[in-house]
């Protein structure tokens, strides 16, 4: 069955340091992958897409990589500030529809 | 720009009774998606549209019923609420199906 797993463990850093985040993904062959932002009662915020195609995608201080060979995208956010503190969601393209992950929680500490 | 709101955004209601969850975007999206997110799950799709008076179903599509008569509108129907739709409900809605935009959720309880 096809199924999406990200960072099981809440992610708890340092301001200033980098947070990586993991999605891992099988049977799935999805033609892009999105990742969101979603703070405690809210809904998702779009970040960023990442095309099959594409090895690396760029947004300010945030990156994401995708390894189809792997079935991995990485989700990086570089000088990491208190205002990242969110939970992040994965959502790679499933039948032309999106799939999300569970999403992993980063606590930004000052 | 209102962009796209739901209502109401808390509901309590009881186990047999009907519910409607609205949803109105106002870019003209063509698409528009209904999510439930539970804790540990993620977000699980309900329905999705892709035009007016076309809609299909998604991951988790029993109990619901979803109609699309104005494509702003994307209302979502509980026919006889069970505990286990307890939830919060996102409505989202999208231009041409990729990027995503998300309404701020309604916290529903069935008791």
């Known amino acids: 069955s096809q199924k999406i797993e990200q960072n099981s463990e809440a992610l708890n850093i340092q301001e200033g340091k980098t947070a990586t985040l993991t999605c891992n993904y099988t049977n799935y062959s999805p033609a892009y992958l999105q990742w969101y932002r979603q703070d405690p009662g809210r809904g998702p915020v779009f970040l960023l897409l990442?095309?099959?195609?594409?090895k690396e995608k760029r947004k300010e201080r945030l990156k994401v990589t995708f390894d189809t060979t792997l079935k991995q995208s990485l989700f990086h956010i570089t000088a990491s500030q208190p205002a990242d503190s969110a939970t992040y969601l994965c959502?790679?393209?499933?039948?032309?529809?999106?799939?999300f992950g569970a999403g992993t929680t980063v606590t930004v500490r000052a | 720009d209102a962009g796209i709101t739901q209502s109401p955004r808390y509901k309590i209601t009881e186990t047999g009774r009907q519910v409607t969850l609205m949803c109105h975007q106002t870019?003209?999206?063509?698409?528009m998606f209904w999510y439930r997110q539970d804790l540990g799950h993620g977000l699980r799709l309900i329905y999705y549209?892709?035009?007016?008076?076309?809609?299909d179903k998604g991951e988790v599509p029993d109990g619901y019923v979803v109609s699309r008569s104005k494509t702003e509108n994307f209302p979502l129907t509980l026919e006889s609420a069970t505990r286990s739709q307890t939830s919060v409900y996102f409505c989202?809605?999208?231009?041409?199906?990729?990027?995503?935009?998300f309404g701020p959720g309604t916290r529903l309880t069935v008791l």
């Open positions: 990442i095309r099959e195609n594409e």
């Open positions: 549209s892709a035009a007016a008076d076309i809609t």
């Open positions: 959502a790679p393209l499933n039948d032309y529809k999106l799939s």
């Open positions: 870019w003209n999206h063509s698409y």
């Open positions: 989202a809605s999208s231009e041409v199906g990729d990027t995503q935009y």
